[in-house]
């Protein structure tokens, strides 16, 4: 039997990469390994990593970018919580199919996603009949493109000759009182807060889930992230990242403002999608576990 080392591939590097993410602690308002949330647990985003996997093969192996995500997307809800790794998902896609094709970079992860169809939209939308993902109400002008519409919304995709990238670029754009996706604003961007903080999480030291929680910290600093603004508004948004810039990525302060925020029910959910996108990055640029 071979003793040589077996790599991981994309696919399973991002499989890890959700496990690093959860297990990271403290990250204030969200789900680790020392805090469940209601209704939501530990073990079960663990299920999810592992329910994702036939979803991230898909995009490691070159099937259309939509069609792996939804399938991830379907595997994940294979637990009792429901959604737990729906936005993680949506950057890992694409990054792991950049991956798979040897251009992990801002520049190659934009042209998976500029490559993207109007089928890889319906897809997408088709997604949100597997679990319930918090989203803003959309314009007026566009409640034909409500997500939460899932696939009845496919003859409008392809009326308009929607893209992946269309929609994600619809999704981006700030509106009144919502300071636009994040998530998607990556796509749009070509990555660059997952690539920055891919970085910073590979140059920083220490065990990887001190790392991850303090990357969280960081990028929760930058930006309101939009699962709070959804769910709590734009003033509780600038609220939590003034708080997490406050502490400076000290860990033994976070402590206390993570039990804080999930008293208040304050959950940066979007900011661990991108702290796990940026694990998935430095994974595969050699961070050792």
């Known amino acids: 039997m071979s003793t040589e080392p077996v790599s991981r591939g994309p696919a399973e ?52 970018v939509g069609t792996a995500f939804e399938r991830a997307v379907a595997g994940m809800a294979e637990q009792e919580g429901g959604n737990t790794q729906f936005g993680c998902l949506l950057l890992l896609v694409p990054l792991v199919r950049a991956a798979s094709e040897g251009r992990l970079s801002r520049e190659g992860v934009r042209t998976v996603v500029e490559d993207t169809s109007v089928e890889d939209s319906v897809a997408f939308y088709r997604a949100f009949e597997h679990v319930d993902v918090a989203v803003g109400e959309p314009p007026g002008d566009a ?11 496919a003859p409008t995709l392809r009326e308009r000759g929607l893209t992946l ?40 030291d220490g065990p990887v889930t001190d790392r991850a929680a303090r ?37 033994d302060a976070a402590e206390a403002l993570a039990d ?30």
Request: with cysteine.
């Open 165 to 204: 990238l269309d929609v994600m670029a619809l999704s981006a754009e700030p509106r009144e009182g919502h300071p636009g996706d994040a998530n998607a604003r990556e796509w749009v961007e070509g990555f660059p807060r997952t690539f920055a903080a891919a970085e910073v999480i590979l140059t920083d």
């Open 143 to 153: 409640a034909a493109l409500d997500v939460r519409r899932g696939t009845a919304a």
């Open 13 to 64: 590097n991002a499989q890890l990469a959700l496990l690093l993410e959860v297990a990271g602690t403290p990250k204030p308002g969200n789900v680790d390994r020392h805090r469940d949330l209601e209704g939501l647990r530990f073990e079960q985003f663990l299920a999810g990593a592992i329910g994702a996997g036939g979803g991230l093969r898909l995009a490691e192996a070159g099937d259309p």
């Open 215 to 251: 990357a969280f910290l960081s990028l929760l600093a930058q930006e309101p992230d939009t699962l709070v603004a959804v769910d709590r508004g734009l003033d509780v948004a600038h609220e939590v990242m003034e708080r997490a810039g406050s502490i400076d990525g000290d860990l």
């Open 260 to 289: 804080e925020f999930v008293d208040r029910g304050i959950n940066p959910g979007t900011t661990a999608d991108l702290t796990c996108a940026a694990l998935f990055v430095a994974l595969e640029r050699g961070l050792s576990v």
